[in-house]
């Protein structure tokens, strides 16, 4: 047993103390975890948008002050009463999409929004409504039910999966949000067909991950869509056949219906931006084609189209976590990843220590960023 196991461990953590501000370093205390959570050792953290996006305060979910990060990966330190499948030692990504394989999400074989820990992880507690950090005496709250910018975080037993020890921490930290994300939403989400026109809007980890998975499902075409004249050679590089520069055209739904004489089998969002969603949906071809919704919009923004988009027989669906059930696929994944059948390595543009997180948060609004990995 770990000699910290049941005592409170004093680490580091970034804290987001309110929102719209840099993160603060601070010594922060976490508590042993109770029954059914998990106490984990965080190695590494990549930066999603989504982070970013909560720190900005558009997020309805977002309460301060927290701990924010959900792409982590670690060893387990120690487990609370009743947990059976996690021991000390194991290699573990962290889920923010939990799986209990119980509940009636679960059970459903529809989807992958397991609810189990779902309302209290929206609302920054355990699944008992307690919180485990501390800092200059004030309670911390969690974050997407992971909250790994932090040496050390407590999770529900159904947030983590244990994964291959081989495969190095600092790359499946990636398969716990944006890397699984894209891929799962072509190869599960829309399932792309053999030989099928896809077009990826928004040239950013989960873009590309996107490109990855309709790769893996020989899609036939793949029209890449940026604003950045420096995602073409990325797209490229992940297997996109083509590449539209948005603002360089009058109408992209009307150049892309050009392109591929009526419009795409499959489009996906990457951005966030709901013009941008219409204008997936709009580019898709009459009768079959599927759009896929995967950026994450600020409170307050609607997607609008004309019900005659939806008549005429394209279908409007969203994404979470590329529709995959965590701890049921990701140790499969990871050995794919293993095997070389499937892109980790190739989105790690940066990396930095967890004292310039900060810095790491900078560099990702630059478009040479795809992905920053925070050494913990
Ligand atoms: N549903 C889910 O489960 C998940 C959703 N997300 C969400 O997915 C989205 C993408 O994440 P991520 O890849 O990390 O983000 P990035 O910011 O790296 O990628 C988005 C890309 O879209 C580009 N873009 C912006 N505006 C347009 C436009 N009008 N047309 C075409 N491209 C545009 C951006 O360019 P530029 O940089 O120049 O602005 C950028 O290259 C985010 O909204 C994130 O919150 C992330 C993970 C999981
Ligand atoms: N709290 C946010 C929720 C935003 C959102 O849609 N999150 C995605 C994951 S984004 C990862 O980087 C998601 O999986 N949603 C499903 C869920 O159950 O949260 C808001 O309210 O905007
Ligand atoms: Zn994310
Ligand atoms: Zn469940």
């Known amino acids: 047993m770990a000699p910290t196991a049941g005592k409170t461990i004093t680490c580091k953590a970034a804290v987001a103390w309110e929102a719209g501000k840099p993160l603060s370093l601070e010594d922060v205390e976490v508590a042993p975890p109770k029954a059914g959570e998990v106490r984990v050792k965080v190695e590494y953290t990549g930066l999603c948008h989504t982070d970013t996006y909560t720190l900005s305060g558009s997020d309805p979910e977002g309460a301060f ?11 387990v330190e120690s487990v609370g009463e009743g947990v059976t499948h996690v021991k000390e030692g194991d290699s573990v990504i962290l889920l923010y999409t939990a799986e209990c394989k119980e509940c009636k999400f679960c059970k459903s074989g529809k989807t992958n929004l397991c609810q189990r820990v779902r309302a209290t992880q929206g609302q920054g507690v355990m699944p008992d409504g307690t919180k485990r950090f501390t800092c200059k005496g004030k309670e911390l709250n969690h974050f997407m039910g992971t909250s790994c910018f932090s040496q050390y975080t407590v999770v529900s037993q159904f947030s983590l999966v244990a994964v291959n020890q081989e495969a190095k921490q600092d790359r499946t930290c990636l398969l716990g949000c944006g890397v699984t994300t894209g891929y799962g939403a072509a190869t599960h989400t829309a399932n792309v067909e053999e030989g099928s026109t896809v077009a990826v809007f928004g040239i950013g980890c989960v873009g590309l991950a996107v490109i990855d998975g309709a790769v893996a499902n020989k899609a036939g075409r793949i029209i890449a ?4 004249p420096e995602k073409k050679a990325w797209a490229e590089k992940f297997g996109a056949t083509d590449f539209v520069q948005a603002d360089k055209v009058d109408d ?7 392109m591929t004489d009526g419009g795409l089998d499959y489009t996906f969002d990457c951005t966030g931006n709901v013009k941008v969603m219409r204008s997936a949906l709009e580019a898709c071809h009459k009768g079959w084609g599927v759009s896929t919704v995967i950026g994450v919009a600020a409170a307050g923004q609607e997607i ?6 939806l008549v005429t027989g394209r279908k409007w669906q969203g994404s979470a976590f590329g529709g995959v059930k965590g701890r049921t696929e990701l140790p499969g994944l990871v ?3 293993l095997k070389g059948q499937f892109k980790v390595d190739e989105y790690i543009t940066h990396s930095q220590d967890l004292e310039n997180i900060n810095k790491g948060l900078e560099e990702m609004k630059k478009g040479g960023c795809i992905r920053c990995v925070i050494k913990m």
């Open 65 to 75: 002050p927290s701990i924010l990060g959900h792409e982590g990966a670690g060893y």
């Open 225 to 228: 869509i940026d604003v950045n």
């Open 252 to 258: 992209i739904v009307k150049h892309l219906v050009e």
């Open 304 to 309: 609008a189209t004309r019900p005659f988009q």
């Open 335 to 337: 050995e794919k990843y």
